[in-house]
């Protein structure tokens, strides 16, 4: 257990949708990360929040955001849902403001569904 | 632009047998780091390493050994006796250190190896 918990595990639902993911780091942890996995793409860095504020931008679509909030959980928005958007998406947290200084430790991941 | 090719897309080994994952890494520049995570059955990404340019020892820690070459862009990974709870998907990747430019310290990952170990 890496002590980061996502919410829902799993999610199904239809493409125009809107859906939020949600991520509590470990205790301690300031920064939170979201990856994207999937078959066609791999593992995508999406985004990065430490304490608050945003800390690195990946390959993130317009149709996502993401924001980190006072007592350092994170939300993952995904809107206008696409068929290709279906994948895992992971949350990892860290003690420190980059991967080079610090572990990064993953929840278990949502895996969303768009049908 | 950073880049980490795992050409092993999968490799299955019988228990007890010694197996190395490839990985090599290309990147412009000079500071970087190197990582290799694992993702077992259930799903979670578990950090087994993480190596800077300038450090070229190699390092073992149990059943598990990092050869890091940067004459060839190498960082591979070698698990002797292999186990079936070695079974898993197995990621490197890259980060580059780009000092001041903050939010460029982002890990690229490679695509994975999938090892399957046969009892």
């Known amino acids: 257990d890496s002590g980061v918990t996502q919410t829902p595990k799993h999610l199904i639902t239809a493409t125009g949708q809107r859906v939020t993911l949600r991520c509590s780091p470990r205790?301690?942890?300031?920064?939170v990360y979201w990856y994207q996995q999937s078959l066609d793409q791999g593992l995508q860095f999406l985004i990065q929040?430490?304490?608050?504020?945003?800390?690195a931008k990946g390959n993130i679509l317009e149709r996502f955001s993401a924001q980190q909030f006072p007592d350092l959980h994170s939300e993952l928005n995904l809107s206008s849902l696409e068929l290709g958007d279906s994948a895992l998406y992971f949350c990892a947290s860290s003690p420190t403001d980059s991967p080079n200084t610090g572990e990064l430790f993953f929840g278990e991941g949502s895996r969303l569904t768009v049908l | 632009a950073q880049k980490v090719t795992q050409a092993q897309t999968e490799i299955s080994v019988v228990e007890k047998e010694d197996v190395t994952l490839d990985c090599v890494y290309e990147?412009?520049?000079?500071?970087?780091?190197l990582f290799w995570y694992k993702q077992p059955p259930s799903g979670e990404l578990v950090f087994l390493i993480r190596r800077n340019s300038f450090d070229e020892q190699n390092e073992i820690s149990g059943r598990y050994s990092w050869n890091f070459q940067k004459s060839t862009s190498s960082f591979n990974f070698t698990i002797t006796a292999s186990q079936v709870v070695d079974s898993a998907v197995y990621f490197c990747a890259l980060s580059e250190a780009q000092g001041s430019n903050f939010g460029n310290e982002k890990l690229t990952f490679g695509t994975g190896t999938r090892l399957t170990i046969i009892p």
């Open positions: 990147t412009r520049d000079t500071t970087y780091y």
């Open positions: 929040y430490y304490n608050g504020e945003e800390r």
């Open positions: 205790s301690g942890d300031l920064s």
